[in-house]
C-alpha cells in the first residue's frame, strides 16, 4: 500500500507554535481596537474649534492613529510570525530530541540489533517513561530471542542423538550378519521411542507458548488423582510413597494441558527422588479466586542456583542414566512452565532443607 509523504513533526509543531503566535497577536489588536481606538473621535478637533469657536484639548482623531498604527502593528505581527517559525522548530527539535532517540533505537532493533539501549536520564516524563518501557521491551525480546536460539540449538542435538545411534546400529547389523537380529530390533525400538518422545514433547512446548487452546472448567483435584493413578506402579517399584490430599481446585483451560502438566510434575517428583523409600506429595486446594496445585517430593537438596534454571528447555536437575527407561529429554519442567503460563498462571519452584523439591502452580480460577 502507498503511503503519500506527509510533513514532519517538527514541521507541524513549528507551523501550529507561529500561528499561535500570529492569531494571538491579531487577537491582541483586535482588542485593542474595541476597547480603545473605537473611543477616539471620527472629526478632527482642530475643525470643530473652528466651528464651534470653542476651546478644546487638541490631539489625534481615529483615522491619524491608524495611518501611524497599522505600520507598527504590521511589523509586530511579522514579527511574530518569523520569531514563531524560528522559535517553533528550535522548540520542537529540542522536545522531539528524544523521540528521534527512540526512533533510531527502533531502527537498529529492526535491522537485528537487540542490545542497543537507549538509556535516557533525566527528569521522568511522558518520553522518559516511553524510553523505559521500550529498552524493557527489549531486554526481553532480547532474553526471548538467545532462549529460542538455545531451545533450537538443543534440539537439534537431541534429536540427532538417537538417530545417530539408529545409523550406528544398523552400520554395525550391515558390517556383521551374524549379529542378533533379536537384539538390534530391541535396540532400534528403544532409540525410536525416545525420538517420538521427545519429538511429542518438542511439539507440546510449542503448542502450550502458542495458548491456542479451548478453555473449559477443570479441577485440579481430579487431574491429580488421575495423575497419580497412571504413575503409581512407577511409584511402587520405585519404593515411593505417592499421596494426594487437599480439595477441590476448580480453574479454566485445557484439560488436556493440564493433564500433561500434573503428570510431568508428579513423574518429575516420583523419578528424582530417593533410591528407596522417598515420597511424593500432591496437594490441591482453592484460595478465594486462585486455583493451588502443590506437588513436593524427598530427594537429594539442590543448590538454590540450580533451582531457576530447571524450566528452562534440555536442564536437568539430577545426572541419570541416560538407559533408564523414564530418562527424559530435560523437557518435563519447560512444558510445565509453557503450560502455566498460557493459563495466565505462576510457577514457584522452591528447595526443601532436608532435600527435594516443592513446586507450587497457581492458577487463576474457573470463569463464572
Do not use: C
Request: no cysteine; hydrophobic share 40%; proline share 5%.
Amino acid at each position: 500500500m502507498n503511503r503519500r509523504p506527509g510533513h514532519s513533526a517538527r514541521l507541524k509543531l513549528t507551523l501550529s507554535y507561529a500561528g499561535f503566535l500570529f492569531v494571538a497577536g491579531t487577537l491582541l489588536l483586535a482588542v485593542m481596537w474595541v476597547f480603545v481606538l473605537r473611543w477616539l473621535p471620527t472629526n478632527d478637533p482642530r475643525a470643530l474649534q473652528e466651528r464651534y469657536g470653542a476651546v478644546i484639548v487638541v490631539g489625534p482623531d481615529r483615522s491619524e492613529l491608524l495611518r501611524g498604527f497599522a505600520p507598527a502593528a504590521g511589523t509586530a505581527l511579522g514579527f511574530l510570525l518569523v520569531f514563531g517559525l524560528l522559535g517553533g522548530w528550535l522548540l520542537a527539535g529540542r522536545m522531539l530530541a528524544p523521540l528521534t532517540r527512540i526512533t533510531d533505537a527502533a531502527r537498529t532493533a529492526g535491522s537485528g540489533s537487540l542490545s542497543h539501549r537507549i538509556g535516557m536520564k533525566g527528569r521522568q516524563d511522558e518520553f522518559r517513561e516511553l524510553s523505559d518501557t521500550f529498552d524493557s521491551m527489549l531486554e526481553r525480546l532480547e532474553s526471548h530471542v538467545a532462549e529460542q536460539q538455545r531451545f533450537a540449538a538443543n534440539a537439534s542435538h537431541e534429536l540427532r542423538t538417537p538417530l545417530a545411534i539408529s545409523r550406528t546400529l544398523l552400520d554395525v547389523a550391515r558390517k556383521d550378519p551374524t549379529r542378533d537380529r533379536g537384539e538390534l530390533v530391541e535396540r532400534l525400538y528403544a532409540v525410536n521411542a525416545r525420538a517420538i518422545d521427545l519429538t511429542e514433547a518438542l511439539l507440546l512446548l510449542s503448542r502450550g507458548d502458542r495458548g491456542d487452546f479451548t478453555r473449559e472448567r477443570v479441577d485440579l483435584s481430579l487431574l491429580a488423582e488421575e495423575a497419580a493413578e497412571t504413575l503409581l506402579p512407577l511409584a511402587e517399584r520405585r519404593r515411593i510413597t505417592l499421596d494426594v490430599t487437599g480439595g477441590a481446585a476448580g480453574t479454566s483451560g485445557s484439560a488436556e494441558l493440564l493433564l500433561r502438566m500434573v503428570t510431568n510434575l508428579v513423574q518429575n517428583a516420583v523419578v528424582h527422588n530417593l533410591p528407596d523409600g522417598g515420597t511424593v506429595t500432591v496437594h490441591t486446594e482453592a484460595y478465594g479466586a486462585t486455583s493451588v496445585l502443590r506437588v513436593e517430593n524427598t530427594g537429594p537438596q539442590l543448590p538454590p542456583e540450580l533451582v531457576p534454571t530447571l524450566t528452562e528447555p534440555f536442564q536437568r536437575g539430577t545426572e541419570r542414566v541416560r538407559t533408564d527407561e523414564h530418562a527424559g529429554a530435560g523437557l518435563g519442567l519447560a512444558i510445565v512452565h509453557s503450560i502455566v503460563r498460557a493459563h495466565e498462571g505462576t510457577l514457584d519452584l522452591v528447595p526443601r532443607p532436608d532435600g527435594g523439591l516443592r513446586v507450587t502452580v497457581r492458577l487463576p480460577g474457573p470463569l463464572p
